[in-house]
């Protein structure tokens, strides 16, 4: 250590930089242990230097940890070094680094550590890592202020990750109480928009399968139980968030903190204003919460409880209105004398939407005193659908010209960890500008690739559809000088990994050597590569595929204008394979002979395809896909995987030579791990609305089977494609209306309206995938419901009644019958009277005459009564 401390004051910076870079946080605080101050002042003006231009960007908890220490250790203030380590991409690690770091500071006598901490919590974002958090934290005084929300929301985050005391998990109740956070940050809890959705983490115990549920709640009941937090401020502080509103996933964690701390009833006397405020408007869960609370209460003042009632019988929520109902029957008998005025209360509910629920007010009103009441939406004239065309896609923007409006589109494109959407309108701008203003294309683009989300800055290894790292390192190349002469390198290499040049009808051009890398996909990747490879040509005029439309399709004169620009320049191969892609289908003899007309290798190409017809639609086949078998061991991905899974399995025309391999495609095999970018696509096939919906199907099936995020916001991008849709399109619908989240539920709803909207929708085929997916158990038929009400709500009864006629039969032949059944049997009603069309459900006739009057048999006889009547 002496003669590195020598070398550190005698020589260069170079043996510390040598230090970070492997990570030796300890080494780098003894290296700088007794330098002069001076010697400390100039390393810190080589150690900033050589931060800012260092590639990659990415510091893990190692480097971060050492180049905390080495801040730390050489910086004059506290505004220098967070300026570093408040860089996207560097990460610290923890209490350890935080020990490093204040014996650093205690050594030099530093003392701006809580301004350097304040500064750090102020730079936080919302990925930011646990343990660089932890970093932060552990630096800020005990008497501090919380720093911001967001220091908040990491902290909830870091409960979630449970510490370790040899081996074994601290309990989250230890863990709070020896917090000295937990004063200070307890009342934020119940003040922050949203944290509520981060407050409903599960602890493991020891394995994925062995953990507490919620845990975080029940922690704060036992110490409350304890007396270590007080009771009334938890009682307030959920009922006064559950008020405020939010969203409902995040409410969740405080209707389950109520739940644990079990209100008394002199507590819930106590807030009954705010109860009732809940029951009238709050969310369906946190007003069935409030409901349950309300009627143990022994003198509820009525008044104000029939009040309420008047909002709550007005809900859409059956549940909640079947209970409100059942709570004023009980209340009426109880209170004969004022029987009357709560059956009018009661009537409220005759014009509510649910036919069953019309009938039970109607007899509840009836049975206390109202007279007969004529219940019911008046009937209208049979009616379909009333849905507006969505009509041609929008001319795509145009061409990126001026290089600060690149850098403005980059830095949007690279600021978040999803994305991709503008890519192609970028790649286009980085090679126009590239081969005409590159100097000031790297300078614009240095600063936003310093400053890119984390995710761009690699490709995980474990997602073989990633582009992050390779559109990183084209924007990285972007404006460097090209060699006069071409040089055999990486993006050679990779290109021709890509392109099989001596193929035949049994192997296609585009290589794919990972089944779960699609063809689309590498194509995508091709394209990516060959610009790369041809960045920076003098001269060059843009990409041939660039969009003439947002739907991703290109106009055919257009491509024949670019190619008469390009001249005798060859045309880069893949850039013209997607280009022709684009192109509408169908024969055009006379766009091809001026094609031919150019004399030139991409005329010949773009002729040949347009004589052709361009690409034909596959043929699908509809295949059952189940798990892998059970790996040795502990197997926890294998777990995770659906029983059974629908897929496509699409394979070219007779006597067609799928020259791409696009038209040949099988399912890939079941996988925990989501893939990102198939939102882009539907634009590299915008006329095959089939072809990309068999290649997006295993992203939306994931969202509904595997219960996995954003696997559905495809399907509006898909509805806007055009060709035919067949079993691909039905199947990734059905999947889409049983998603577990519900934006993913959304853009399936989007996608099926604007299908119906522009007559491209099979609802009948949509339907029979959805009843067989749900009788198989592969779909949750409670998810669904909510999206179709939405739609026949919107203006698509017709639709969703022709649906519903399909998905029927082999529900109701289902042995067990599914959660949420009775409920889709009464939007059939709804729809089918509300249209006047009749159309036979086989099995219906079966069920509505079965004895008993379970809900399942009342509401099939309603709609069997429906048809009949109609």
């Known amino acids: 250590m002496i003669r590195r401390r020598v070398e550190l004051a005698a020589g260069g910076p170079s043996d510390l930089f040598d230090l970070i870079e492997a990570g030796s946080a300890g080494r780098v605080a003894d290296a700088l242990a007794g330098l002069a101050e001076q010697r400390r002042r100039a390393l810190g003006v080589e150690l900033t230097d ?3 231009t260092r590639r990659p960007v ?56 809580p301004d350097l901490a304040r500064r750090l919590a102020g730079k936080l974002a919302r990925d930011t890592w646990v343990e660089h958090w932890r970093f932060v934290a552990a630096l800020l005084p005990a008497d501090a202020e919380p720093p911001g929300d967001r220091f908040v929301e990491l902290w909830v985050r870091s409960l979630a990750w449970p510490e370790r005391h040899r081996g074994a998990p601290v309990p989250l109740p230890d863990r709070l109480r020896a917090d000295p956070l937990l004063p200070a940050l307890l009342p934020r809890l119940f003040e922050i928009d949203g944290l509520g959705a981060s407050m409903t983490f599960d602890e493991i115990v020891s394995n994925r399968q062995d953990r507490r549920p919620v845990v975080l709640s029940a922690a704060l009941a036992q110490l409350a139980a304890e007396g270590v937090v007080a009771r009334t401020a938890l009682l307030d502080g959920a009922v006064g968030r559950l008020l405020r509103g939010d969203r409902p996933v995040a409410l969740r964690a405080f209707t389950t903190l109520l739940d644990q701390l079990q209100p008394t009833t002199d507590e819930v006397a106590a807030r009954a204003t705010d109860y009732l405020r809940l029951l009238a408007d709050a969310p369906a869960p946190v007003a069935t919460v409030a409901q349950k609370a309300l009627r143990e209460l022994p003198d509820l003042e009525l008044e104000a409880l029939l009040d309420t009632s008047r909002e709550v019988l007005l809900r859409p929520d059956k549940t909640l209105v079947r209970g409100q109902l059942a709570w004023l029957d009980r209340l009426a008998r109880r209170h004969r004398d004022r029987a009357a005025e709560i059956a009018e209360v009661i ?14 007010a109607t007899a509840l009103a009836a049975r206390h005193g109202l007279a007969p009441v004529a219940g019911g939406p008046a009937r209208t004239a049979p009616r379909g659908d009333d849905l507006p065309h969505p009509g041609p896609a929008a001319p795509a923007p145009a061409a990126i010209t001026d290089v600060d409006e690149l850098a403005e589109e980059v830095a949007a494109l690279l600021g978040t960890e999803r994305g991709g959407e503008p890519l192609d309108r970028i790649l286009d701008g980085v090679v126009r500008l590239a081969a005409t203003d590159g100097p000031r294309l790297r300078a614009a683009l240095a600063p936003v690739l310093a400053r890119r989300h984390w995710s761009w800055a690699t490709d995980p290894h474990w997602d073989p559809c990633s582009l992050s790292g390779l559109v990183g390192e084209v924007l990285e190349a972007a404006g460097e000088p090209r060699p006069a002469a071409p040089q055999p390198g990486r993006w050679a290499a990779l290109l021709a990994a890509l392109r099989r040049p001596d193929r035949s009808a049994a192997q296609p051009e585009l290589v794919t050597t990972d089944p779960r890398l699609n063809a689309p996909h590498a194509l995508l ?49 893949w850039d013209l394979t997607q280009a022709l892609l684009r192109l509408p289908p169908g024969v055009d003899d006379a766009l091809a002979g001026k094609a031919e007309a150019l004399g030139t290798a991409g005329g010949d190409r773009l002729a040949a395809w347009l004589r052709a017809g361009g690409l034909p639609d596959p043929v699908q086949r509809v295949v059952t896909l189940a798990p892998r078998a059970r790996r040795k061991g ?14 496509v399995e699409l394979r070219p025309p007779a006597g ?23 939102r882009l696509w539907p634009s590299l096939l915008p006329h095959h609305r089939g072809v990309v919906a068999a290649y997006v199907l295993p992203e939306v099936a994931a969202a509904a089977d595997m219960d996995q995020r954003d696997g559905a916001p495809v399907l509006p991008l898909l509805a806007d494609c055009g060709g035919a849709g067949g079993a691909a399109v039905d199947l990734a619908l059905a999947y889409g209306l049983g998603a577990r989240h519900g934006a993913d539920r959304v853009a399936a709803l989007d996608a099926l309206l604007a299908l119906a909207g522009a007559g491209r929708l099979d609802a009948a085929g949509v339907g029979g995938r959805l009843g067989e997916l749900v009788a198989g158990q592969a779909v949750k038929l409670t998810r669904a419901v909510e999206p179709l009400r939405d739609a026949a709500t919107v203006g698509a009864p ?12 082999p529900l109701l032949a289902a042995g067990a019958p599914p959660r949420g059944l009775p409920d889709l049997l009464t939007l059939a009603t709804e729809t089918a009277t509300a249209t006047g069309v009749r159309l036979g459900v086989p099995g219906l006739a079966e069920v509505a005459a079965r004895g008993g009057s379970t809900r399942l048999v009342t509401e099939a006889r309603r709609l069997h009564r429906a048809l009949a009547d109609g």
């Open 50 to 52: 050589w931060v800012r």
């Open 58 to 113: 990415l510091w893990g908890p190692g480097r971060g940890t050492a180049l905390a220490v080495a801040a730390v250790g050489c910086l004059p203030t506290a505004a220098q070094a967070a300026a570093l380590l408040a860089r996207r991409g560097v990460t610290i690690d923890g209490e350890r680094a935080a020990r490093l770091v204040r014996a650093t500071a205690a050594d030099r006598g530093v003392a701006w550590l």
């Open 347 to 360: 009537a409220v509910a005759v014009d509510h939407p649910a036919v069953d629920l019309r009938d039970r």
């Open 525 to 573: 990747r091709a394209r990516i590569v060959e610009i790369g490879h041809h960045l920076g040509e003098p001269g060059h005029p843009g990409l041939l595929a660039a969009p003439t439309s947002t739907d991703g399709a290109l106009d055919p004169l257009a491509l024949l204008e670019r190619l008469t620009e390009l001249g005798g320049r060859e045309p880069w191969h």
């Open 634 to 647: 502990y197997d926890w991905e294998h777990d995770q995987l659906p029983a059974r899974r629908v897929a």
């Open 656 to 678: 067609y030579d799928d020259r791409y391999g696009l038209l040949t495609a099988d399912p890939p095999p079941l996988h925990t791990e989501p893939r990102t970018w198939a």
């Open 798 to 809: 017709l639709t969703v009644w022709r649906l519903l006629a399909a998905a029927l039969p």
